[in-house]
């Protein structure tokens, strides 16, 4: 009977599906008890990623061919605890709409990197006045939007591996910041604005196309009090 392979094929199927349920299941428990929740290497429907929102302290959507509609709940619902998310190595044009910002007030640590196709927002940033760790590192960024200098708890940026031909001047105003890796892009100069990074140890401008460091970054007290080489040229 030629029914009988098609009808075992599906019967194996629906076994595999109710399988992926179950295991969906016991990560959705697992997060509500934790506030950890990893989707690799599969993602839950959006709507289940908001009926978590409350619980979630931090979220891994990292190499899951995550696309600009699978996060729109992320800007849906707020996410009133969340410190750390991880969306590396997707397929990510956006990271919020125009207009509708995250709203993750406790968030500290976001990775974006590998995301190749990414166009950094140009406005939204001022609402995450916790964030200390950005990762945009391997995006083929062309540009920065000057916004970032509003990140005012920023420690750590790395926008290492794009295709960044200049630096916003507005980056100057990233008092906090500590470490900056922008190595293998296409920059040229850097601003003399740059001189209010005070708190700067680390400065990684390695494989660009640099002619020069103003004397006034090159003169800050804080470059050369941390324990790696403070500028990598």
Do not use: Y
């Not at 290497?41 to 289940?48: A, D, F, K, M, W």
């Not at 920023?154 to 507005?170: E, H, I």
Request: hydrophobic share 40%.
């Amino acid at each position: 009977d030629a029914s009988q392979p098609a009808d075992a094929a599906d019967t194996q199927e629906q076994q595999r599906e109710s399988e992926r349920a179950a295991a969906d299941e016991k990560r959705l428990a697992l997060a509500r008890r934790t506030g950890l929740l990893n989707f690799l290497p599969r993602v839950l429907p959006s709507e289940q990623i908001a009926s978590l929102a409350p619980h979630l302290r931090a979220l891994s959507l990292a190499e899951a061919n995550v696309e600009d509609a699978d996060v729109l709940c992320l800007s849906q619902v707020p996410f009133l605890s969340l410190g750390t998310l991880e969306l590396t190595a997707n397929r990510l044009s956006i990271v919020w709409p125009a207009g509708a910002c995250w709203r993750m007030p406790l968030l500290e640590r976001l990775n974006l990197s590998r995301n190749p196709g990414l166009i950094l927002p140009e406005s939204g940033w001022a609402g995450m006045t916790r964030l200390r760790e950005l990762h945009v590192s391997t995006c083929a960024l062309t540009a920065l939007p000057p916004s970032l200098g509003e990140l005012a708890s920023l420690r750590l940026l790395d926008v290492s591996r794009n295709q960044l031909a200049g630096m916003p001047d507005q980056l100057g105003a990233l008092h906090a910041l500590k470490d900056l890796d922008m190595s293998c892009n296409h920059v040229e100069c850097l601003p003399i604005a740059w001189a209010g990074m005070t708190q700067l140890r680390r400065l990684n401008v390695e494989n660009n196309c640099l002619t020069g460091c103003p004397r006034e970054i090159l003169n800050l007290d804080s470059l050369g009090s941390g324990r790696h080489s403070p500028v990598c040229v």
